[in-house]
């Protein structure tokens, strides 16, 4: 069996706090139903790189929204009026720059009316240090409808959103937040509550989708299982700097490196075609119920071996299983 150590965490702390500071990386994407349950991952620092030492780990996507009855989908065009939003938002042992208000709580959204309660980071150090009022834009974005990420903790969704998975190539999705920090929850009980145990400032609401068929929407995400998962969720996909995302049998140091349909795991086993000299592989998923489960993989000698150690698969995922040569 696998030596599953799990390191998506990373990809939460960057997709979360570069909407604070430097580039827009990928987000959470939703995807199939799921029961309400809440995420923790676990990372050092919200400016962490995400060049993680993965082994078997397992995946399920995340970034934007994406079709739910919940209202949170959806990728109409922005309506929104970004207005006088500042240059810059962030704070440090002088005080802040920008126009912060009273400090608040981003899981209760405790503001005065017309402004939200965002995450808001040191000037500095670029990692969230506080929690500020700002006031909420012109006509913002809905649940469900495109957005953009500002500068600070700013963006042009609505009070209790969150501006997710904005990238050079879309714009991002409101999706909600969670609420009740103590027992963080969703709404909307088929979202799933994504929380960084590091810095637990803010939780985003995702939805699950399937591993096997990739029920993922945007073309850089991917069906993933972060750590702490109660489920299977839309993940952005991060290869290295000018990389593409990695293909059946290339090369990974981390789950993200990999693209569609794919997990970074252990070689040996992944797969006879893999580079003798990586440590980790991208091999695809496989069904386990499949009559003949072994045809499913491309790899010499590779069969469908189950993902999860027994008693340990999230409800309705027993029949995950990766490709990779019998050991």
Request: aromatic letters at 4%; one cysteine or more; hydrophobic letters at 25%.
């Amino acid at each position: 069996m696998f030596n599953r150590v799990r390191h998506l965490a990373p990809a939460l702390a960057l997709a979360l706090a570069t909407a604070c500071f430097g580039p827009k990386l990928p987000a959470t994407s939703a995807g199939s139903s799921s029961s309400a349950t809440t995420t923790t991952t676990s990372t050092a620092s919200m400016a962490t790189s995400t060049a993680s030492t993965a082994t078997p780990e397992p995946t399920s996507s995340s970034s934007s929204m994406t079709t739910s009855s919940s209202g949170t989908t959806g990728s109409s065009s922005t309506t929104s009026d970004t207005g006088d939003v500042p240059e810059l938002v962030c704070c440090d042992k002088d005080g802040c720059i920008g126009p912060v208000g009273e400090d608040c709580t981003v899981w209760e959204q405790d503001c005065p009316e017309g402004q939200k309660c965002v995450p808001v980071p040191d000037c500095d150090l670029g990692w969230w240090t506080a929690e500020k009022c700002i006031p909420i834009v012109e006509n913002p974005a809905q649940l469900g409808e495109d957005c953009i990420t500002l500068s600070g903790g700013v963006d042009n969704c609505i009070k209790g959103a969150y501006c997710w998975h904005a990238t050079d190539k879309h714009p991002g999705t409101c999706i909600p937040l969670c609420h009740d920090q103590n027992s963080p929850v969703c709404d909307d009980p088929e979202l799933q509550c994504v929380v960084d145990s590091g810095d637990s400032t803010l939780g985003v609401c995702l939805a699950a989708c399937d591993p096997l068929i990739d029920s993922c929407p945007q073309s850089d995400e991917k069906c993933a299982y972060p750590s702490s998962a109660a489920n299977f969720i839309c993940w952005p996909i991060i290869p290295p700097e000018g990389e593409e995302p990695g293909t059946v049998h290339s090369s990974c140091d981390y789950d993200e490196a990999c693209g569609k349909g794919l997990v970074c795991i252990n070689n040996p086993p992944a797969a006879e075609e893999c580079d003798p000299n990586a440590s980790r592989c991208c091999e695809p998923y496989c069904d386990l119920t499949d009559p003949d489960p072994g045809t499913q993989c491309p790899g010499v000698g590779q069969k469908c071996i189950p993902y999860f150690n027994d008693g340990e698969a999230p409800p309705g995922q027993e029949n995950v299983g990766v490709c990779a040569v019998p050991f």
